[in-house]
């Protein structure tokens, strides 16, 4: 008994640890470029506040910047226009905007472990099992480390915004429909309630989540039919829960229209590729994800030893899990396979790279997850034992191999500092020092709309331009 209560306790302390470093870590991660373009909105992202549902869009005809974007846009305006200003009650302004960057990353990890835990263990929360599984799936999230192909949370806060908040979002949508599906757990009033304006936000925040709910949607169709043994289609219609229809049929329309609007996105138009040519550049981005660094092979091959050992010991769910990692596999497939068809961007040369393969990501962490979490509650003896020092050493490699990134928001912090104390309307700061951006500015022109948002943060008492030493 003493152990039971033990186990929980070291489980929460570790767990505890683990988010603090995290947190660190981001409070020490530059902001980086584009979240000027949606805290201080230039034309487009107006266009884009005017018409949320792109109607004008379709009206006209005509391209515009992010039509399918706005609540991502939206988000990211509304958290760092008022958050950073409330911090400043108690930080001063400069550490403000770098506390509220730290605390929406730590919050959107934490959702995304614990929606984890809860897919893996289907326990409730805080339970044993819940934090088996949290402690499992933690380490896998790299802030530093194998983050250029297994990360999740992006080191830029806009693209953090883009891709990880929507998709954290959309695991919990459906996180109901899958306990339904898992063990016929009903879907009660206040699931209704939280999850029906997600219907209508998941789909108008980015390029992702629209193909993501389409297929998985569709894959939950599918599979209801191939598991009937009757195949007559109104006989299936009727098996199928009523919560399924509601919950997803809407979401899916109103995600077929985004990708409809999203044809029409003006963004990067002049600097495109042919459909041809980015089906050839995809082998190599995926080779490239695939062996870019250890993170990602030593993840595929942990999945490979969990499988073998589930099957050779013939565990009781070992053909779930077999149908588990099909699917998985198919909408791995399908989803790279649409990839071209999105679009090309110049900083994504080879179409494939961390943020559009976030979904196969978790996917695999799921996996990962769910088989180490059954080989842990269903081995026994000497062999659990040792399978559980190895998935230890694993863990515990992936938390060394990312304890990095304190002190890399020095250079850009010390320029926001020197701006705070100068009197000067226009700011030199030093070479390879981007503040807010990607790169070096070199023309003080370009950076009105960031030095503006900079004295609305009340880092500075006016305007101050500035540009990169040469």
Same mark, same amino acid.
């Given at each position: 008994?003493?152990?039971?209560?033990?186990?929980?306790?070291?489980?929460?302390?570790?767990?505890? &640890?683990?988010?603090?470093?995290?947190?660190?870590?981001?409070?020490?991660? =530059?902001?980086?470029?584009?979240?000027?373009? +949606?805290?201080?909105?230039?034309?487009?992202?107006?266009?884009?506040?005017?018409? =949320?549902?792109?109607?004008?869009?379709?009206? /006209? *005809?005509?391209?515009?910047?992010?039509?399918?974007?706005?609540?991502?846009?939206?988000?990211?305006?509304?958290?760092?226009?008022?958050?950073?200003?409330?911090?400043?009650?108690?930080?001063? =302004?400069?550490?403000?905007?770098?506390?509220? +960057?730290?605390?929406?990353?730590?919050?959107?990890?934490?959702? $995304?472990?614990?929606?984890?835990?809860?897919?893996?263990?289907?326990?409730?929360?805080? +339970?044993?099992?819940?934090? %088996?599984?949290?402690?499992?799936?933690?380490?896998?999230?790299?802030?530093?480390?194998?983050?250029?192909?297994?990360?999740?949370?992006?080191? +830029?806060?806009?693209?953090?915004?883009?891709?990880?908040?929507?998709?954290?979002?959309?695991?919990?949508?459906?996180?109901?429909?899958?306990?339904?599906?898992?063990?016929?757990?009903?879907?009660?009033?206040?699931?209704?309630?939280?999850?029906?304006?997600?219907?209508?936000?998941?789909?108008?925040?980015?390029?992702?989540?629209?193909?993501?709910?389409?297929?998985?949607?569709?894959?939950?169709?599918?599979?209801?039919?191939?598991?009937?043994?009757?195949?007559?289609?109104?006989?299936?219609?009727?098996?199928?829960?009523?919560?399924?229809?509601?919950?997803?049929?809407?979401?899916?329309? !109103?995600?077929?229209?985004?990708?409809?609007?999203?044809?029409?996105?003006?963004?990067?138009?002049?600097?495109?590729?042919?459909?041809?040519?980015?089906?050839?550049? !995809?082998?190599? *981005?995926?080779?490239?994800?695939? $062996?870019?660094?250890? *993170?990602?092979?030593?993840?595929?091959?942990? %999945?490979?030893?969990?499988?073998?050992?589930?099957?050779?010991?013939?565990?009781?769910?070992?053909?779930?899990?077999?149908?588990?990692?099909?699917?998985?596999?198919?909408?791995?497939?399908?989803?790279?396979?649409?990839?071209?068809?999105?679009?090309?961007?110049?900083?994504?040369?080879?179409?494939?790279?961390?943020?559009?393969?976030? =979904?196969? /990501?978790?996917?695999?962490?799921?996996?990962?997850?769910?088989?180490?979490?059954?080989?842990?509650?269903?081995?026994?003896?000497?062999?659990?034992?040792?399978?559980?020092?190895?998935?230890?050493?694993?863990?515990?490699?992936?938390?060394?191999?990312?304890?990095?990134?304190?002190?890399?928001?020095? &250079?850009?912090?010390?320029?926001?500092?020197?701006?705070?104390?100068?009197?000067?309307?226009?700011?030199?700061?030093?070479?390879? &020092?981007?503040?807010?951006?990607?790169?070096?500015?070199?023309?003080?022109?370009?950076?009105?709309?960031?030095?503006?948002?900079?004295?609305?943060?009340?880092?500075?008492?006016?305007?101050?331009?500035?540009? /990169?030493?040469?």
């Amino acid at each position: 008994m003493q152990k039971k209560r033990i186990v929980p306790f070291l489980i929460i302390i570790i767990l505890t &640890c683990d988010f603090t470093f995290s947190f660190l870590q981001y409070y020490n991660t =530059p902001l980086y470029g584009d979240i000027v373009v +949606s805290v201080w909105p230039d034309e487009h992202v107006r266009k884009i506040f005017n018409d =949320p549902l792109g109607l004008q869009v379709l009206k /006209n *005809g005509e391209n515009q910047f992010n039509p399918n974007r706005y609540f991502s846009h939206m988000f990211l305006y509304q958290y760092f226009r008022n958050i950073p200003l409330f911090l400043q009650k108690f930080v001063s =302004p400069i550490s403000s905007v770098y506390l509220a +960057s730290a605390l929406m990353k730590i919050i959107i990890q934490l959702l $995304f472990i614990f929606t984890l835990a809860s897919y893996i263990s289907g326990d409730r929360l805080f +339970s044993r099992k819940f934090l %088996i599984a949290a402690i499992i799936v933690e380490p896998l999230f790299q802030v530093y480390g194998y983050w250029s192909r297994m990360g999740i949370v992006d080191q +830029s806060i806009a693209y953090t915004f883009f891709y990880a908040l929507p998709l954290v979002l959309l695991m919990l949508f459906f996180l109901p429909v899958f306990n339904l599906i898992r063990s016929k757990s009903k879907i009660k009033v206040i699931h209704y309630i939280l999850l029906s304006p997600l219907i209508i936000i998941l789909p108008f925040t980015g390029p992702l989540t629209p193909p993501v709910i389409i297929l998985i949607s569709s894959f939950i169709f599918l599979a209801y039919w191939l598991r009937a043994k009757n195949k007559n289609i109104k006989e299936i219609i009727r098996n199928i829960p009523a919560p399924v229809y509601i919950l997803l049929i809407p979401i899916s329309l !109103l995600s077929l229209y985004s990708l409809l609007l999203g044809l029409f996105d003006s963004s990067f138009t002049s600097e495109t590729i042919t459909l041809s040519e980015r089906f050839k550049r !995809l082998p190599q *981005g995926l080779f490239s994800q695939l $062996f870019h660094s250890p *993170g990602f092979p030593l993840l595929i091959l942990i %999945i490979g030893i969990n499988m073998h050992v589930i099957c050779r010991n013939k565990f009781h769910n070992r053909e779930e899990l077999k149908k588990t990692l099909i699917w998985i596999g198919i909408f791995a497939f399908v989803y790279i396979v649409l990839l071209p068809f999105g679009g090309y961007r110049p900083y994504r040369f080879w179409i494939i790279r961390y943020d559009t393969f976030i =979904p196969v /990501n978790i996917m695999l962490f799921y996996f990962f997850g769910v088989t180490t979490f059954q080989i842990i509650q269903q081995a026994r003896g000497e062999k659990r034992k040792i399978y559980i020092s190895g998935i230890v050493i694993y863990l515990l490699l992936l938390t060394v191999v990312d304890f990095e990134g304190f002190g890399e928001n020095e &250079c850009e912090r010390k320029a926001f500092e020197k701006m705070a104390l100068s009197k000067e309307n226009i700011v030199t700061i030093p070479k390879n &020092c981007h503040v807010m951006d990607w790169h070096d500015v070199s023309d003080y022109n370009l950076t009105k709309d960031k030095a503006e948002l900079i004295h609305y943060w009340r880092i500075t008492d006016h305007t101050e331009l500035f540009y /990169n030493e040469q």
